[in-house]
């Protein structure tokens, strides 16, 4: 199984969701950048569940960091690694038999057979994006402080009205059900000129790494979809001033697949969680027929609230792989 990303910032990642542990090796992050455990607990705290629509399964994410000499990056590799503490493997036994549908056990039992680990979703599970939250740490170091990130859940359900968004929540998980969302993730103090045209483009190795992200269907720059319903008149952006200041931004930060200096705005779209507690009727391996299948376990309703940072780090990882590539 393949699980590498990189050509300047090199990216392995190990372990499963109810391995012993889950790591990510980085190579390539320059010397001489402070790094400390400090550094990872806002975004760690960020992903990880307590809110109503997310799973109970609770685990501290206490990062063990390899590689970091006197409290600054020696140029060499960095290990960030965490024990999984809370699993229940019990929970999943039935899936090869009754695969879950929208879910990859079908897919990874016919791929890869029975050596691989389908407990909890395996590597395929979103808890696996712990690692990419730690890597994106990493990354915003990288880049440096004058680059700044923000990002926020634009809509959950269909509904891009925030003040609705806990009951649009509320409502799903009382029904047994789960919602999806949008991610909206925007960078200020980009320099121009990061990607490349065509393979390296600024979209491509940012959509790469997004698309890496467990229930990520869909990624817009700009304007997106909304701007193909524009005139090029309508939705062309005007350069203002002599440092190439757009009066609007429907590009996204992005000409000819590189960075122009205005703020990088992509936008995600994440599914509903697949597993859901309501019963569905999908074919069962076992009985050769369509059975009614009620699947266990800890769960989120609305997976795209732990997302959002998530987006957040794997955009900030593709821009570092740019920065070190320019």
Known sequence: MHNTFGQALKLEISGASHAE????RIDGVPA???LCTDDFTADLAARRAGAMGTTPRRESDTPEIEGIRDGVTDGGTITVSFRNENTRSGDY???RRHPRPSHVDFVADRKYGDAI???GGGQFSGRMTVALVA???VAKKILGDGVKFTSEIVEIG????????ADIITDAVADGDSVGGVVECRVEGLPMGLGEPFFDSAESVISHLLFSVPA???VEFGSGFEGVRLRGSQRNDRIIDARGT???NNEGGINGGITNGNPLVVRVAVKPTPSIALPQETFDFGSGRIEPLVIGGRHDSCIVLRARIVVEAVTAIALAELKLMS
């Open 21 to 24: 542990r889950i790591a990510i």
């Open 32 to 34: 001489g950048i402070p």
């Open 93 to 95: 036994s039935q899936f």
């Open 117 to 119: 680990d389908l407990r």
């Open 135 to 137: 890597a994106g740490v």
């Open 158 to 165: 269909g509904c891009r009205d925030s003040s609705r968004f």
């Open 216 to 218: 990520v269907k869909g």
């Open 246 to 248: 757009t009066a609007t």
